[in-house]
Structure formats: structure tokens, C-alpha cells
């Protein structure tokens, strides 16, 4: 919630008769896109009254705790901030999008060339050829030579074999894409029920993508932490509250510690709020005047919006929770917030109602990083109140009390190091006289047509100075369920994650140890802090020399040269030994981002297996993403819960919202949303594999199938004269790709899978195929059409060769057309129908119903199409009278159609089979190790069932090994079962995985410079 306020002189038009004679005049900034101010001025009653961001309402807002208003339109239509800020939504394609249009566009340029080859045939055949048979085969009027004849057999051909451009493609991609944004919308292991959301995919057009993500950009506040935020710790005066200590001085754990501190003396405190160290309220208690400074600051200094609907029954809307948490510390210790107007702000100190006069506000920004309000007690004294960030406030303070800024200084680190957010306050007194010119010269800043906001910060920066330190809060924001275990599952599937966030340096990182991004078995950690250009270019140098000088050697066993110029080094950091992380601060990244540094920094980055950027604007998150996609060609995923992860959640490739506490703003950008963070390796490593494995085998059984149903029309070019006659009746052309394979391959796309889920999510090292891009690029595209282009040579011609010398049952010639036809067309059916088969790795009822359905629903269409009541109805359409029955009849038919199948399909089989046996690939590994345990689980399961009655001496001496409590007290048995799979998998299935990643570096070479000099060994 954000506070938005009526400015005080215009209060009085209460009523709609006043209201009609207000006759004020507006002078503001022409429209822009800047949300978050507004710069104009009201010119009323010869007075001028400054208008900024807190008066304006703007298009889209909804109204809390007021239940109307009178408002002047200021911006209407497109001149709205709103609209100013919609701009063009750029549309997302996945990369599979990109390559279809590409092989469409050839495969179109191969309809051209074979169009081009049979009309030329045409032309040569009607010159040599067809001119014999002119005396009862003339040419058409319009045909005056055989030139003209190939070209009108061009265009021909051109129709006849378009079915080989795959029109339907487009449409089937759809349906299977919209099938799999159902069933993560279905999945009921991603639905929260605290929160009563489900999993939302909010577009249909990136699922495979999910299957390729190399990259994860992650916010941290509410996305791996829970947004809650808990008053935990502060620091009052030089003295630290929130540790609960032991008889003997030691820190009291949680499970030990006594009961909570009793708020019961303060009938307004909030009953949800835990403290466990009683010293602070006794000191509060007590009369510590800076301990009553420190919470009566906090009651303060705030836009929180008090809520009483019962006597006594307080509830407090911020706009951060961080606020939020303040306030309602404030209020347990005895200082209630309890209402505010425009000028006043209630407090109830200790039972006893104050009422401040508040003289300004001084408000938050990304750029301030601090707060201030200032107010005159009852009493007329004039005091401002302030809260920020250490970096900001601690520079803002009086030189004399060093023993407190040291002891302060302290504690914050300790905070930090806890991973609490943390906040300074402090105070500084007001004159009179002093408060009255300040304010004149405020009120000139807030009137001034330009440059409003520089003036306005000169202004508020000449106040917040020499303030004294009062002390800090440390608030906690816990770690969402499942995100160490999220982490580590998605680090082992070889993406690599990069934290973007507000928070300080110490914060951010104690948060990567606490989720196992950052883990003290890591080589090096590297901190860059540099504040200028030249000292963050020599730190990430440093950091590049002490990754290729640490080891003396990258990974792939060459040995590297000490010196090595900086432009070679991104395939050599690629390769490195050791897992490293870099941690880099706002300001340093400012500079790190800039055009002649980018590449320094994500060479650097890339070569670290974790990237925590602390202290950025939403601006550098989107900088940071957009670089990454620019130089790496990979595909990012970036999450987030706020608005401030907008602009990342839109330049990644894949955007993803958490709906928490900030708001659904994150949601409404995003591609995909949920409401944990812990679901993302569900949605990357169950849905995103599966959506791209099931595409890659769609698109190639697509390709395949077309080309086998199309390339029979060009063999059969050669053996009619070039005439652009059609094998296949008119009929089975037309539903061969709408109802005889349309269905089967729809259920492979939708329904497929080649692992379990639990297994998918249990060797994580399955994901990366879709990294590597293996299943499906332009040589699995021409595998295909080689396969598809063989099986239409002996759909064709093994029919031919057999009709050339067979016979029926009676003597009489088998070779006819239509006898032809229905042999070839029933081989073609009967062949891809096997194939699908042979490339469905899960059957469902559904896929059994479709396959075997679709050849039923061909026999029975083609029965009926050669049927006496088709041909007695429409004589002129249904000619041929019973020539499926008579063809299908004869043993030589279906002899053909078995040898066929047979000579199809047996080299997949054989290849399939030789490849299963000498080089596995993981998918098969795993599927094997599951039949294995399947088997093994049968036979203990018989074992059970026969009783031992002999003997009862323990088995125990002769069943274990030694060695067994050693490996258990190592913890090494306590990995993931995916790195014993490494074990498990031959050497060849992983070493082909390594080899072409190299590969892909190798060939990817440095963004910044040219092909790399071999390295010697």
C-alpha cells in the first residue's frame, strides 16, 4: 500500500457546491514514464501550492481505507503514466521457434528443387518421348511445346507434393504447448494450500524452453526468503538486545531458550509479536530515556496507515513489511501508533496519548536509501527523526560519539553476518529559527518548474547531517521452505544460479551460505568492491589469474601457461578446476556494466558456479540479464516477487512471478507464476524436460513421417511420363496428415515421458540435453528426413518390383493403379504407425486408442470409400467397386505389406538396439537401473514368502563388510542418489555429455575476441 494525501488547502471542498467553484489552475511536467514522481504546481487563491508524487493518484490505483474522493484529471488516455509505461510488449520465442522457421524455409527451397527436377524430367520426356503418343494423347490448346508442358508440370508438382511443407505443424505445436501449460496448472505438488494458489502458466508459448534454462536470475527478498519480516534484534545506545543467555554467559539456543517476553502490561500489543530478551522491556520499562527515543522513533518515523476497527483492536497497512515489523515492535513496547492526519501523528507512549505536529516528510527513495519525518512534540520542540541504510546513514552523523559508532558498527556486522536486515536510526534537534528558513527554502525546491527533484534531495541532504547515532535494528526474513534442497537440485543439473538484491553485501551472502549456494567446500570466493572503474578491473583480474594459477591446470587436463593475454582467457575459464563464487557490490557492478568492462565481468562471472550481486537497482538486475543473453546464447530464467524484478522478469528469456507479500505486480510480468520457491525445480526439471523432450520427438516423427508420405510422389514421377499423377488415391491424401497420423503423434507430444517424474527430479544430470540442445537441431532434422526419404524408396519401389512379375489367385495380372495405390498407401500407414510405436517411451490408454484406432479408422474408411453404397450414391466420385476387398485379399498383397514394414523399420530397431548396448545414454541408464530395482523388489518379495525355521543365528557377521561405518560417519553416502548414478552410468554416456559441452565453449570462443590459440600440452 502506498500513502497518497490531498494537499491540506483544498480540504475544505468537501461538499460538491464548493467544489463547483474551485477554479485553480495546474502547472505540471509534460506526460512521461516516471511512476515514482510528479512534479507540478497549483496556482488557487494567489497562493501557489506545490503538487508532487503523494498528491497524485495515479490510473490503475485502488483505494484502501477511504471510501471516496473528488479528484482533478490531470493526464488522461495515453498521457497516463500507465500507458506511458505499457510501450510494446515484446513477444517471447523459444529458440525451437527460431530453428522451425528455418527448416521451413528449406524445406520449402526442396519443394522448388524437386519441382524444378521433375519439370525439367516433363520437358525432356514430352520432347523425346511423348511426341509418339500425340495422336492419341494430344497436348492441351494452350501446350504448344515441351517447354511450356514442364512448366505447367512445375506448378503441378508444386501442389501435388506441398503436403512436404508442414502447414499443420504450427497448429499441432500449439495444442501440445497448450497441453502442457495444463498440466502445470494441474499439478497438484505445485499447488500451495496455505495460500490457496496453484501453479499458473500464464503463456503457452515457452514450455520446451523451460527444458533448455542455463541461467537462473533470482531475487532474494520473498523469493528465497519469506518476506515475513520479524523483529529480531536491535541495537540501543551502544548495548545489544535479542540474545538470550545461559546461567553460564553462553547464547541460549532456540529450543532452549525460556518463554518469550510478556507483553501483557500493554493492552494494545500485538499478540502475534515473540521477543525472547526481557532486558529490553525492562529497560523500557525502567524510563531509559534512549531506549524511549529508540522506539519512539520507530512509531515515528513511517507511512504505515492505522486501522481500528474494534476499541483496541489495531491494524497496521505498510508498504514494506520492513515497516511494518518496526511499527509493531514499537507498538509492543508501550509506543502505539494509533491514527495520523495530514499534519498530525498520534502515538500512545507508555498508556499516555501524544499527539505530534508533523512539520514534513522526508520520504524514501532508491537513491536516498533513508527515511525522515520531522515533528514538534507537545512540548514545541522541533526534531527530526531518521532511518537508513548503514552505507548512507553512518557517513550523515556527528564526528564525537566514536565509542557508540564503533560499538554500533559491531553489532550491525553481526547482524549482518546472521543474515538479518538491518537498519540505522538516528535524531537530530531543530531550532526555531533554523526549522523556518529550511523549510522556505524546501518550499521554493517543491515550486521550481525544473530540475524539482535535484533541489528537493540538496535540500534534504543539507538537513540529515550531524545527526546523532541512536542505534539499529536487525529484522529477520527466514529462508523459504526447500530452497537449499531447490538449489543444490538445480546446481547439479548444471544451471547456474545468480542472485540480484537490494540488500548489503553481508546480508546477501550470509543467505548463500544459508542455501547452500555458497558452501565451504568451494575453492575461493571472490568479493569485489571496487569503487572505481580501475580497482573493479584489477579485482576481477585478480580473480581470473587465481582461477587459472590455483590448480596450474583447467579441468580437460591441459596445463595452463602462467601468463596468458586477457582476450584468450574466456574458453580457458570455461574449462577451469574448482568451484569458485564472486560477489560483487552495486557500485562496482555500475562500473563493471559499463561497454569497455561488460566482457571482463562475465567472463569472470561465468567461470563461478554462484554470482551474488548485492546493493542493485532494478535497472542493473535487467542489465545483468540482457548481458548474459547477449554474449552466452543461452537461455535465462529469471524469478522474482516484486515490482522491482519487473524489468528483470521481462528481458530473461523466461519470466517468472512469485506471488507474495510485495503485491502481484512481479505476477502480472511473468510467464509463469507460484507461490514457493522451491517449485522451480519441479517446473525446470518435471515439466520443462518433459515439455522439451516430447517437442523434440514430435518435430522429428513429424518431419519424418511427411517426407515418407511425400517423396512416393517423386519416385513415381520417373515411371509416369512426369505427368504430376498422384500415387495415392485423392482421398488418403487429404486424410493422411488430418485423421490417419494427426491423432498418434498429438498423444506422443502431449503424454510422453522417458523417465518418472521421481527419477527426473532424482538425477538432475537429465536436464541437460535440453541444455546441450541434443534432441532436436538441424542434424537430428536431417536424420530425419534421411529416414523419412528411405522409407518412401521402399514404400514405392518394393511394391513395384513385386507387382512387376505378380499375379492373383486366378492367373490374372495383380499390377493395377488402384491395386497399386491401396498396396503403397496401406505399407505407408502401416509403416509410420510402427515408427510412433517404436518412439513412444510411455504408453497410455490414450496413445494405444489413437495408434491403433487411427489404422482401424483407415481400414474402415477405406472399405468404405470402395464400397457399392458410396458408389451408388455418388457414382462420378467412388468409381472403382470393390478394389480394396479384391487387393487386400490376395496373400502377395500382404506379404508385401509385411516386407516392407520388415525392411523399414528393422535398421531402427538394429541401430536403436546397438546404440542401447554399446553407448546408453543417461535417460536409458536410469531406465534400466528402475527395471533393475523393479526385479529385485519381485524376488525379495518371493523370498518373503518362504519361512526359515532351521536355524536363528544372526546373519549379521556374514552380510556386512568392513568399511560401512566409516563411509556413513563421512556423510559421503548422504548425497544425492545422481551423483552415485555418475558411478553407476558407463564412462561413455557422461564423457560424450563433457565432450560436447566443450565443444559448445570451445565453439561459443570469447565475446570479445577472436578464435583462441591451441593449448599446448
Known sequence: MKVRQAIPVTSELGDISRLAKFDGEVVCEPPNNKLDRFSGTLYWKESKIPLSNQNMLLRGCV?????????????????TKLMQNSGRTKFKRTSIDRLMNTLVLWIFGFLVCMGVILA???????????????????????VDSAFFSGFLSFWS??????????????????????GHSYFINWDKKMFCAKKRTPAEARTTTLSEELGQVEYVFSDKTGTLTQNIMVFSKCSVSGRSYGDVFDVLGHKAELGERPEPVDFSFNPLADKKFVFWDPSLLEAVKTGDPHAHEFFRLLSLCHTVMSEEKNEGELYYKAQSPDEGALVTAARNFGFVFRSRTPKTITVHEMGTAVTYQLLAILDFNNIRKRMSVIVRNPEGRIRLYCKGADTILLDRLHPSPQELLSTTTDHLN???GEGLRTLVLAYKDLDEEYYGGWAQRRLQASLAQDSRE???????EEVESDMVLLGATAIEDKLQQGVPETIALLTLANIKIWVLTGDKQETAVNIGYSCKMLTDDMTEVFIVTGHTVLEVREELRKAREKMLDSPHAVGNGFTCPEKRPSAKLPSVLEAVAGEYALVISGHSLAHALEADMELEFLETACACRAVICCRVTPLQKAQVVELVKKHKKAVTLAIGDGANDVSMIKTAHIGVGISGQEGIQAVLASDYAFSQFKFLQRLLLVHGRWSYLRMCKFLCYFFYKNFAFTMVHFWFGFFCGFSAQTVYDQYFITLYNIVYTSLPVLAMGVFDQDVPEQRSMEYPKLYEPGQLNLLFNKREFFICIAQGIYTSVLTFFIPYGVFAEATRDDGSQLADYQSFAVTVATSLVIVVSVQIGLDTGYWTAINHFFIWGSLAVYFAILFAMHSNGLFDMFPNQFRFVGNAQNTLAQPTVWLTIALTTAVCVMPVVAFRFLKLSLKPGLSDTVRYSQLVRKKQKAQHRCLRRVGRTSSRRSGYAFSHQEGFGE??????????????LAGFTTRSSSSWL?????????????????????LKG
Open 967 to 980: 563411509l556413513i560417519m563421512s556423510g559421503k553416502n548422504m548425497r544425492l542418489s545422481s551423483l552415485a
Open 994 to 1014: 563433457e565432450s560436447l559441452r566443450r565443444k559448445k565453449s570451445d565453439s561459443a570462443g570469447s565475446p570479445s575476441a577472436g578464435p583462441d590459440k591451441p
Open 454 to 460: 535535484d533541489r528537493l534531495a540538496s535540500v534534504y
Open 120 to 142: 525439367i524430367g516433363n520437358a525432356i520426356w514430352e520432347h523425346e518421348v511423348g511426341t509418339r503418343f500425340q495422336a492419341y494423347l494430344p497436348w492441351d490448346e494452350a
Open 157 to 178: 508438382y508444386i501442389i501435388i507434393l506441398n503436403t512436404v511443407v508442414p502447414i499443420s505443424l504450427y497448429v499441432s505445436v500449439e495444442v501440445i504447448r497448450l
Open 414 to 416: 553481526e547482524y549482518a
Open 63 to 79: 483505494l484502501r481505507n477511504t471510501e471516496w474522493c473528488f479528484g482533478l484529471v490531470v493526464f488522461a488516455g495515453p498521457d
